[in-house]
């Protein structure tokens, strides 16, 4: 990794580019620096450029954010008195490890690489356009960035929301949603995607914070598109957050307030005050977008974003030069950590020649042997996760709390402990302290686990000689109105993990090899794109389609929303699918049976009809579930019973052809049919964009048409916004609807007459148009059956469920198996083939390292307490156990490669034959006494 460093030239081609680097002095050896903290709270203070004065105090010498990687300071010279004036250094003799040094100079570097992936990020929106809502004039005036910086523990208000004008707390705060996105007058006529999601997420953060606090958004249209994105709306309306459908006009002071002038779609002119204004400010182009660009020579699209194509959504217009995140568009974390693995297997693709060569592997130190014989002596680290558990539980109570317990020889508090620093003092202390066992009490194990077991191995510990607490989840999170209680229950979980830990011993790492090859669910345009890019790895593949040909939906789609031909992409996909050497293409099939465990998957595949029928066994390493979707066709609108009336599918599909009516002169269409609350629940995020692509062609086909849009939110988020705007400008009438009054349609004779209230002209409206389109939502295809074989988690949908929504995307519980596509959740084809290929990226990892790592806390079996019943067996979800002869009786055997350490098999032998590792009854037992015994002392102290 290269920090502080800029990019200035680009020469050769795909496989052997130079890149020159031009590295800037930090100032400070990032090597000696101990981020002690010392020089900065001499350095003198700096006000920044900053709008709001509140936020604009800083240090010449700081490290970024609390978890900035890496975590050590550096000098901004732009404001370090002595680079600009020769004066203070005051730093140099209070560093008491010698890293500051002035002498640094800039320094070229040019670096041979293979492939280039540009993710520069995205810029800010300027001040300038922020104006009109009196930004830079009121210091309760905020963007949504520093309103998120001001909730953090590291904040100018440790975490508490105050307004900076005089240090009140707020009792009512308005969020201005749009802001410097969807607006002609600053150029980004986009939408940024992001926007309404972390104003409610931030708006639920308050609420945490002041149950009491009043708060507004104001909003044009609510663009919750993700999956499950429109439960986070609907709780926040159930806590009593406002949603006001308006257009903000200016914010001025008034007396002690802020006065909000709006306009409602009604007409109406209306004032309200608030304490505080957050403004929810788009994403903007990186500022150095056009200098990439030169450098580089890719084309930029006319909002300076990188430019790709619908069916390549990853590749610029360079060969080999690829893009990731925010520069190819507004998106957020979830879609950015996915179009990064899919922008790491093109880039692989290209230096696939060259891999392995120039790799260096990581070494840990030997590790420490640690034997019942030893002194137990455990360190407990105490997690403040900035606010998220300080809040609410008294850290620095339980941390001494836990200084009183038996076998503690160590104990601390941190503001954040999963930050690179506090990794390094955690690493550090193990050390010089002589830990052999560690406990950090802070937030979900299911996310931060590994990231401590990893610190334990660099200080030489086996990562299994840790407990892990979780007092943000179980304690903070669920008792935030009850401070006393959740810090009482936090000594009790950290007081029953040390109990364990005393009485935990290091478990062996396994590894087992990995059968090269991959098994593909779907042979539709996700498992297509799947297939080819494990296939460029060099990996075989197994492509498993249910119907009598590949190509999925894309079969029925006919153009793009940017106008591409779907045909001419379908054959050549297809076209590449059959002709590579290492996809064997199985259609009419079915997965009928499934076992093993990553790295040794075998699988039945069950192909033909009739009497043709057949199965065939397929061993395997991983698998990719791309079994994708379908429309839903709700029992209502109409909709089969009138010819009147057809989804935006069956509309694409008359536009395509060459009836002269395919066109008619007055439409309706009504959005979210059956969607949002209805029979789905959720946005289907496709049918907007759907919607514009059909409107546009038909008033190319007709330009006539009157064409009237029946909407809840129109969410054409990221550039279909401009098609939004183009149908507009070309006369189409989009009128909103409230849930509860939905637009009825019925069958007067031949004819179809649509009732629905107009809430613009406030009035009931009867049409009978010549055709009626619903935007019908997306379901999942087959996941019931499927997630029981593959014992695979599916949400209240029936979408399957990923890892971690934001860490792992595009990966499943069950190690080894992948999701991507319609499988997951609804998004467009160019969305569907990032997730293809990201999916694809993370399967062929094993393939590519040829053998992965068990997790050690896997069932064993004492085979002399083991009575051969079989229980264990008939019980494992995972088909982790199975029976063996020893001599003449049969005893059970952990398959340690399948076993998810459920504990189920354990709970229900008879003989307590089996143990989990690192949850022995012993360490069980422990747990429940070092309770019990606390509670009675604690009765006996009363």
Known sequence: MVTNADFLALDGKPGNFTAKLNIRPRYIDADACTACG????????????AYNEGLSITRPIHIDYAQAVPATYYIDPSSCMFLQHDTCQICVPVCQSHAINFNQKPESRDLKVGAVILSPGFGKIAPETLEKYSYGKHPDIVTAYEYERMTTASGPFLGEIKCFSDGRHPKS?????????????????????????????????????????????????IRTQGKDFDAARERAEAIGIKFVRAKVADVTPWENHLKLTYSTLDGQHKFDSHDMVILSVGLESPKDAQKIS????????????????????????????????????????????????????????????????????????????????????????????????????????????????????????????????????????????KLNRVVIAACSPRTHEPLFQETLKDAGLNRNLFEMVNIRDQCSWVHANEPVAATAKSKDLVRMAVSKAARIQPLPEQTVPVIPKALILGGGV??????????????????????????????????????????NHLKTLTAKVKKSSNIDVVTDARLAQTSGFIGNFSSVIESGKGTSKKEQTYDHGVIVVATGGHEHRPDKYQLGKSKKVMTQQ????????????????????????????????????????????????????????????????????????DAYLEARKKGVIFIPYDVDRKPEVSSKGTKVQVDFFDSIMQEDVSMTPDLVVLSVGIVPDGTEEL??????????????????????????????????????????????????????????????????????????????????????????????????????????????????????????????????????????????????????EEKVNA
């Open 173 to 221: 705060m308005a969020f201005i949603q749009c802001v410097g996105s969807r607006d002609l007058g600053c150029d980004n006529g986009y939408c940024s995607s992001v926007c309404c999601m972390y104003a409610i997420k931030e708006a639920l953060v308050t609420k945490e914070h002041d149950p009491e606090v009043d708060i507004t958004i104001y909003y044009m249209d």
């Open 294 to 433: 030169d450098i580089t020579g890719i084309e930029l699209n006319k909002y300076d974003f990188c430019k790709t194509e619908t069916f390549a959504p990853l590749e610029t217009s360079q060969d080999g030069i690829v893009v990731a995140g925010a520069f190819q568009g507004p998106k957020d974390i979830p879609e950015s950590v996915t179009q990064s693995s899919g922008a790491a297997i093109l880039a692989s693709t290209v230096m696939k020649k060259q891999r392995g060569k120039g790799t260096v592997n990581k070494e840990y130190p030997d590790e420490l042997s640690v034997t019942d014989d030893d002194e137990v002596r455990i360190g407990v680290f105490v997690c403040h996760c900035g606010i998220n558990i300080s809040s609410v539980v008294d850290c620095p109570d339980v941390a001494k709390d836990a200084g009183t317990m038996e076998n503690v020889t160590y104990y601390t508090e941190n503001l954040y402990s999963c930050s690179q620093d506090a990794q390094e003092q955690i690493k550090n202390t193990i050390k010089k302290e």
């Open 38 to 49: 010392l020089c900065t709270q001499y350095c003198p203070k700096h006000h920044s450029d």
């Open 526 to 567: 996700a498992g297509m794109t799947a297939a080819l890019s494990i296939a460029d790895q060099g990996f075989h593949s197994v492509l498993v389609e249910q119907s009598s040909g590949i190509g999925g939906n894309l079969q029925n789609l006919k153009n793009t929303l940017a106008g591409d031909t779907v045909v």
């Open 650 to 721: 069956e509309l694409e599909t008359k536009l395509a052809g060459r009836a002269k009516n395919r066109a008619p002169d007055s439409i309706v269409m009504i959005q979210c049919a059956g969607s949002r609350g209805d029979d789905l629940t959720y946005c289907s995020k496709v049918c907007c964009n759907h919607a514009m692509k059909n409107i546009l062609k038909i008033k190319e086909i007709n330009p006539e048409s009157q064409i009237i849009v029946l909407y809840r939110d129109i969410r054409t988020y990221g550039f279909a916004e």
């Open 787 to 936: 997630s029981k074989m593959l014992k695979l988690p599916v949400n209240a949908n029936g979408f399957f469920l990923e890892a971690h929504v934001k860490l792992r995307p595009v990966e499943a519980a069950v190690d080894g198996i992948y999701i991507c596509g319609l499988a997951h959740a609804p998004k467009p084809v160019e969305e569907t083939i990032v997730q293809a290929q990201a999916a694809a990226a993370k399967a062929s990892m094993p393939l590519v390292n040829g053998y992965v790592t068990v997790d050690p806390i896997v069932s064993s079996v004492e085979e002399d307490k083991c009575i051969g019943c079989g229980i264990c067996v008939s019980l494992c979800p995972y088909g982790a156990i199975q029976m063996k002869k020893v001599g003449k009786k049969k005893k059970a055997e952990t398959v340690s490669a399948s076993c998810k350490a459920c504990g189920i098999c354990a709970s229900h032998c008879p003989t307590f034959a089996i143990s989990m590792g690192g949850f022995t009854n012993e360490q069980l037992i422990s747990q429940i006494e070092a309770f019990g015994n606390n509670k009675v």
